[in-house]
């Protein structure tokens, strides 16, 4: 079942239906996930967002149609299939969700402090005859391989990726890190009170005709990154290489950028990356040169990026450049500076110099909301601009008091807001290249205003922080 909602009561409903209270066991929010995908019917972003209490959680999906404009101020939305099935008992659910080469989205759901045998594995498949970018949910099977070792069932604040081998092969889902909250862990104390993962999980189909069946094992064991939660993984572009038997073979790295542990934040100075079909770990440094660095947030340099959690990135088309936004550190009151923020990919991984952090200007910074925002999600549209919607703003602070503020004081993200990697501004409006109304009517392209507001800075307790990734 759907909804289509229109637009002149969009404001309103998103905060109704949309931003209630975060859910989650001891974790104070749940991320949104929002994916791009195209169908022989146009061109949706997807959206899922999860809503009300631990007690009657449940996990909206959201499309928008960008096949043509798409305005800020008054963005149309369809609500399909309001809640969706993947809810465990009255708990609610640690979910993965990735999407692949085809569009299909897939869902590795189950309690962190309960048996892999209790976990899903959810598939959505959109229909090419749907309008409103509505499909298909179907439950798979999953169960531990038999030769693999102990697998945990998925974590809250990890993240995750789907690859495939080949280009005849179905996708495994792959899933790293997380926290998984003590039973005694509450809402002052959630940071410190869970167990930390290093474990990457892989689900991969079962035999070469099943598609309906996944075995659970874990793999790339051998000098992972340390234990962390609240990152990002980014997959990078693939090369391919055809096999003796013709088929396209596919390579391809995925970055970890960002998280937490228990009590610190991950330097940005140095990233992890994982490589398919390898299944190794390494690790790159990247350039902070253009400002010491000082962990203190009462004296925070401007020119620094700052550790984090909570933040997207996001690959540029061309593959040389990661747009990283958003996120907060010390506590979810305090956003992490800059908010945006752009890392050049060295050349052996699509860049063409070092690995280098990029901070702009202060304007080139700034979105409508508060100080920041965190929980959030975010996807390229064709054309090269991020598309940024759900999650939680972080209010502008004020004085050295406001970092003590409680995080239930951030407030429910309303907006959607668009980036231009090209121009490097906030935009209000977007055409999409591929749409044949964008090629009859040219004269807007060039009407959309910045969208732009101040960002404080929030001022508090030191913040520890690794200095990098051990291996």
Known sequence: ????????????????????????????????????????????????????????????????????????????????????????????????????????????????????????????????????????????????????????????LSAGFAYASTNTSDSSVY??????????????????????????????PSGSRRTDAYDASTTGNRAPPIAEAGFTVTPLQATYAYSSSGEVRQQQDFLLIGGQTQDAFINMSQLAVFSLPQNSWSFVTVDITSASYKTELAVRDVATVEPRSGHTAVLSPDGSKVIVYGGWVGNTSIAAQPQLVILELGETYGGSGDWTWRVLSTGDTETTGGSGLYGHGATMLPGGVMMVAGGYTIPQSSSSSSSKRSAKQSQPNSQVYLYNITSEEWVSTYRNPDSIASQQDSSHSGSSKTWKTGVGVGVGLGIPVIAGLSI
């Open 1 to 156: 079942m759907h909804r289509a909602v229109g637009a002149p009561v969009v404001p309103t409903l998103l905060v109704l239906l949309l931003f209630a209270s975060p859910a989650s066991t001891a974790v104070p929010y749940t991320p949104s996930q929002l994916f791009y995908s195209s169908t022989s019917n146009g061109s949706f972003a997807y959206l899922l967002q999860s809503t009300g209490t631990s007690q009657d959680a449940s996990t909206e999906f959201i499309t928008w149609d960008i096949s043509g404009d798409v305005d800020t101020t008054s963005p149309s939305y369809n609500i399909l299939m309001d809640p969706l099935p993947f809810q465990l008992d009255s708990q609610s659910p640690a979910f993965v969700p990735v999407i692949d080469q085809h569009g299909v989205i897939k869902m590795y759901v189950g309690d962190c402090q309960k048996a892999l045998d209790q976990g899903e594995l959810w598939q959505f498949t959109p229909d090419n005859n749907s309008s409103i970018g509505d499909g298909a949910w179907e439950k798979l099977s999953v169960k531990e391989s038999e030769s693999s070792d102990s697998v945990d069932a998925p974590n809250y």
């Open 175 to 204: 899933a790293f890190g997380g926290m998984c909250p003590f039973s005694n862990a509450s809402e002052t104390n959630w940071m410190g009170g869970a167990n930390y993962s290093q474990s990457m999980v892989v689900l991969e």
